[in-house]
């Protein structure tokens, strides 16, 4: 069984739209994480959620919104898409504790044309 | 959380250890180190983490200086899957944001 799981895996739209990436945990983590990977390949944090709630928020426009509709799951909404919100979007879930550790879903390449 | 610097690439002969540095001299009392790997294509993948000691699980080992300023990773018998970016990260607890910096890209080759 995959223990982060995200769908679509490729997604390409038009700039305009709007599009939602799906994530889900069967580790039984409370916390868990929306990350974008850029062209030149760093990973930044966009979002953490625990117990359904927000606790990091980075500088992300207010067209991304993420939604947490239980421990085990944290959506990406992402509206008005441009071209620069082309990327891979990974998902990632943890304890939050001190020591544990992040396990990262597979990734969503998303391509805004 | 503290910076760290990696070489930004490295071949290693498949069979032998490959051992991958990183510095962290601005870490402080209560940083743990972290390293991740990313496989082309996929999600990045714990590998291990450590605080003061020296870690070793069946992944690989950690070797963490005693002034903490500098750490290796090992991986004792590199395979042709070994090759990934290899991430080290300094932050108070994983749990938080992980800040992933450039990383070093092992290629191990036959």
């Known amino acids: 069984d995959t223990a982060v799981s995200q769908t679509p895996k490729y997604l390409v739209t038009q700039m305009g739209n709007d599009k939602s990436i799906k994530c889900e945990q069967n580790l039984g983590h409370d916390t868990m994480y929306w990350y974008k990977q850029d062209s030149k390949k760093f990973l930044k944090i966009m979002f953490s959620y625990n117990n359904k709630e927000l606790i990091i928020n980075e500088t992300v426009p207010n067209r991304f919104s993420p939604k947490s509709p239980d421990k085990a799951h944290l959506n990406l909404h992402i509206n008005s898409l441009e071209l620069g919100d082309s990327a891979v979007y990974f998902c990632?879930?943890?304890?939050?504790?001190?020591?544990?550790?992040?396990?990262f879903g597979p990734g969503t390449r998303l391509t805004v044309l | 959380d503290a910076k760290t610097t990696q070489p930004t690439s490295m071949d290693c002969a498949e069979g032998r250890a490959a051992n991958l540095p990183c510095n962290h001299s601005t870490i402080s009392g209560n940083e743990y180190v972290y390293w991740y790997r990313q496989i082309h294509s996929q999600g990045p993948q714990y590998i291990i983490h450590g605080l003061k000691n020296n870690e070793t699980n069946e992944m690989a080992s950690l070797i963490i200086t005693e002034d903490r300023k500098s750490s290796t990773l090992i991986l004792p018998h590199a395979t042709l899957r070994d090759t990934a970016v290899y991430y080290c990260?300094?932050?108070?607890?994983?749990?938080?944001?992980?800040?992933f910096g450039a990383g070093t890209q092992v290629v191990v080759t036959p």
């Open positions: 990260i300094v932050t108070i607890s994983s749990w938080g944001k992980l800040q």
């Open positions: 990632a879930s943890s304890h939050l504790s001190i020591e544990d550790t992040q396990y």
